[in-house]
């Protein structure tokens, strides 16, 4: 694995960095694929000569839907690799939900599993299709046997390096355009804050559709030459039986939350992690203290988002206080302000802005909605209400619009209520996330019968559900109300339904 210097492509980053450990263990998939840094750089420089034969070239979007695996991580630094744009897609989105994608992104190649091929092709016929399937096989493998590798394409810090879709605030999907510039900048900030060194093993249970799974877990240990454990989803017994054999494990509240539920969970089994890290959804002070108390580890709380990266982190050694999510990272500044745009006093709620070297370059063809997001001086609004201390730490407190977050998940309400009432037995529908002991939200709707209906008919709304949307966006649960509240405008109050079933998942509510 000789070294490259090829400027501003993440990739040459990647394949230096793990240069002089290229004989070690890079991904190792329990049960299945153990692969070398010098096999999974050979994999993705052969898969990246896939894609350009495919069509893909330079600057050219790739979508990617298909389940985690080894050979979708190899796929991700084959898109690096070509210099073309990876485009990562939940691989539970119903074919209604891709269309969007499809058309937003115009991509010039889909990876896809075979089931969806055909499907695929004819929503995209423009677009070369390749299959992936989740025992890694397919078209894209099969050719890449066959091909000769290529080598990492020259790129600029500016170019495209992917292409990420977030919700926002509208429940349109928005493509946060992240360059190459930006994925080293947060990776080499990360890796330094986090302590990354050579003796570290990562478990790795996150999805790899999304940033913490994608950009924060693989970049940090493959620019440390470290062994991944991964795996191809959370499960709590794969994930106890691998705890002794690593250092790091990051995940979301969801997952330290199923983990506490099992008595094998405790300080011995824990001993030799010296990191775990919490991020994605709001980590509740409660289940800090309890991780504490059982296993001796205070979970490292950080802030990101799909446009920025991590924004910022507690200190992993000391200083860490629950509900806080820590200091700007190196690159990073981080501004409270009112609604005027004024800076707030230390300690006072406010909007947060931040603005540095991670953040992302706009959004996708919507100039708009990027002017709308950003201040003079390059300060980007995070839609996050919080306040900064007098020292610099961020605590936030919620969120300025309706977006809920369950298990780490990103959901809008406006898109599952535009499903619900599709359904002839609702007349209206408001969708809201309430507290939940192991999800963190729960998606729980709100809804109005029609007046010719005495209850809700849950075969057809299922079917509208099922039709139309994954199926971790559907509601945990329904409440039927006589009419939804509104203020004098005519606008839902969904504090006043959040207030209302706020219990309604405690333990309390259900004894």
Same mark, same amino acid.
């Given at each position: 694995m000789p070294a490259a210097n090829l400027g501003g492509n993440f990739a040459a980053d990647l394949h230096d960095r793990a240069g002089h450990r290229e004989d070690h263990l890079c991904l190792d998939v329990p049960g299945g694929t153990a692969l070398t840094y010098s096999e999974i750089d050979q994999w993705a420089a052969r898969m990246a000569t896939v894609l350009d034969e495919s069509g893909a070239h330079p600057g050219d979007r790739v979508l990617v839907q298909v389940d985690k695996s080894a050979a979708a991580v190899a796929?991700?630094?084959?898109?690096? $690799?070509?210099?073309v744009v990876h485009v990562p897609l939940n691989p539970t989105f119903t074919l209604g939900e891709l269309q969007h994608f499809v058309v937003d992104a115009e991509p010039s190649v889909v990876v896809t599993s075979s089931a969806r091929s055909e499907a695929a092709g004819m929503m995209a016929p423009e677009?070369?299709?390749?299959? #992936?399937?989740a025992d890694e096989g397919g078209t894209l493998t099969e #050719?890449? +046997?066959?091909?000769?590798p290529s080598p990492i394409r020259s790129r600029d810090d500016g170019d495209l390096a992917a292409l990420v879709y977030t919700s926002g605030t509208t429940g349109k999907p928005k493509g946060a355009m992240v360059t190459h510039a930006n994925l080293r900048h947060n990776a080499e900030a990360l890796r330094r804050s986090w302590g990354f060194n050579p003796n570290d093993v990562l478990l790795h249970s996150l999805p790899i559709f999304h940033v913490h799974g994608l950009f924060v877990a693989?970049?940090?240990?493959?620019?440390?030459?470290? %062994?991944?454990?991964? #795996?191809?989803?959370?499960?709590?017994?794969?994930?106890?039986s691998l705890i002794p054999r690593s250092t790091v494990m990051m995940g979301v509240p969801t997952h330290y939350s199923r983990l506490m539920a099992d008595p094998r969970f405790n300080a011995e089994l824990c001993a030799d992690? $010296?990191?775990?890290?919490?991020?994605?959804? %709001? +980590?509740p002070a409660a289940s800090f203290e309890a991780f504490a108390n059982r296993t001796g580890h205070r979970l490292c709380?950080?802030?990101?988002?799909?446009?920025?990266?991590?924004?910022?982190?507690n200190p992993i050694t000391e200083g860490q206080i629950a509900g806080t999510v820590g200091y700007p990272l190196p690159g990073y500044r981080v501004r409270v302000v009112d609604d005027s745009g004024n800076p707030s006093p230390n300690d006072t709620n406010g909007m947060v802005e931040i603005t540095g070297l991670h953040l992302f370059a706009g959004y996708w063809r919507n100039s708009r909605a990027t002017a709308e997001s950003h201040?003079?001086?390059?300060?980007?609004?995070?839609?996050?209400?919080? $306040?900064?201390?007098? $020292?610099?730490? +961020?605590?936030?407190?919620?969120?300025?619009?309706?977006?809920?977050?369950?298990?780490?998940?990103?959901?809008?309400?406006g898109e599952i209520e535009a499903v619900l009432v599709r359904a002839d037995c609702i007349a209206e529908s408001a969708v809201v996330g309430v507290p939940h002991p192991d999800l963190g939200e729960a998606v729980v709707a709100v809804v109005v019968l029609d007046a010719s209906a005495t209850t809700i008919d849950r075969a057809e709304v299922d079917m509208c559900l099922d039709e139309s949307l994954a199926r971790f966006k559907h509601p945990k649960t329904f409440e039927v109300m006589e009419q939804l509240p509104r203020n004098a405008m005519g606008k839902i109050q969904k504090n006043e339904l959040r207030l209302g079933l706020g219990r309604l998942f405690t333990s309390e509510s259900r004894s």
């Open positions: 796929l991700y630094l084959a898109c690096l $690799r070509a210099g677009a070369q299709v390749l299959t #992936l399937d #050719l890449a +046997l066959g091909c000769i693989l970049h940090c240990a493959m620019l440390s030459g470290i %062994p991944i454990h991964l #795996l191809p989803r959370f499960d709590v017994d794969t994930v106890i992690i $010296r990191l775990f890290t919490s991020g994605s959804a %709001p +980590l709380e950080r802030y990101g988002m799909s446009e920025a990266g991590i924004i910022t982190s201040r003079a001086g390059g300060w980007f609004s995070t839609g996050d209400i919080g $306040r900064l201390s007098e $020292r610099g730490r +961020l605590t936030l407190e919620g969120r300025a619009h309706d977006m809920i977050i369950s298990g780490g998940e990103n959901i809008h309400p």
